[in-house]
């Protein structure tokens, strides 16, 4: 039982390039979730799923995209990377819709030149 | 609006001494409280949750916290710290979103160190 699992751990990319970010979890859980950590700022929810097959923007969505074609997996897209975006990505799950995100990823540490 | 105040960004104790680390919240109704630890490149572990009832919780790696309503604030506490417990800390404070998920948002987070 692996838990929540994020691949790759870092990354370095150049403004403009794109790349996906890939969150397994292997507990069955209904519910993903994609946060960003920035300094001095707590977690903040980019995208989440509630099921497979669905996604929905959370508080700072703009310029990602995810997809959640199987339910143990759930991917963060970046088209077009920005200095902005330079961030620690974190996955989250929770089995239902009366939880609240309990499992967290190891983390993906980004940086944008 | 929602929000959540770490008031100490960095804290420092020595071994085997005690800890205490804030957290005020705002929230119009009664929330549900959380506190997290992100050791060192790892991710988040939860280590407690209040949701209701008593106001004193018990967590695992023997921290408690106590939510006080007429202070609005869910401090965490430890009696004897270890070095192993140097880490980061984040309060949260959860709600049902209209989204149909369940929201959290979190304070910036205390970095705790620990002397030997």
């Known amino acids: 039982n692996a838990g929540v699992t994020q691949t790759p751990k870092f990354r370095v990319l150049k403004t403009g390039q794109s790349m996906t970010l890939l969150c397994a979890q292997d507990?069955?859980?209904?519910?993903m979730y994609w946060y960003r950590q920035d300094p001095g700022m707590g977690l903040r929810l980019i995208h989440y799923s509630v099921g497979e097959g669905t996604t929905a923007k959370g508080e700072v969505p703009d310029g990602y995209n995810v997809s959640r074609l199987k339910k143990q997996n759930f991917l963060l897209g970046l088209e077009s990377a920005a200095p902005s975006q330079t961030s620690v990505y974190f996955c989250?799950?929770?089995?239902?819709?009366?939880?609240?995100?309990?499992?967290f990823g190891p983390g993906t540490r980004l940086t944008v030149l | 609006a929602q929000s959540v105040t770490q008031p100490d960004i960095h804290i420092t104790v020595s071994e085997g001494a005690s800890l205490e680390l804030r957290c005020n919240y705002s929230y119009g109704a009664t929330p549900y409280l959380f506190w997290y630890v992100q050791s060192p490149g790892q991710g988040l572990q939860l280590l407690l949750k209040?949701?209701?009832?008593?106001?004193l919780v018990q967590g695992i790696k023997g921290f408690e916290a106590e939510f006080k309503r007429s202070q609005s604030s869910f401090n965490l506490r430890k009696p004897s710290v270890h070095w192993s417990d140097a880490a980061e800390y984040f309060c949260a404070v959860g709600s049902p979103s209209s989204g149909g998920y369940n929201k959290l948002i979190f304070g910036a987070g205390t970095r705790l160190a620990v002397h030997p």
């Open positions: 989250a799950s929770s089995y239902s819709a009366n939880a609240f995100p309990r499992y």
């Open positions: 209040y949701f209701s009832g008593d106001t």
């Open positions: 507990m069955n859980h209904e519910y």
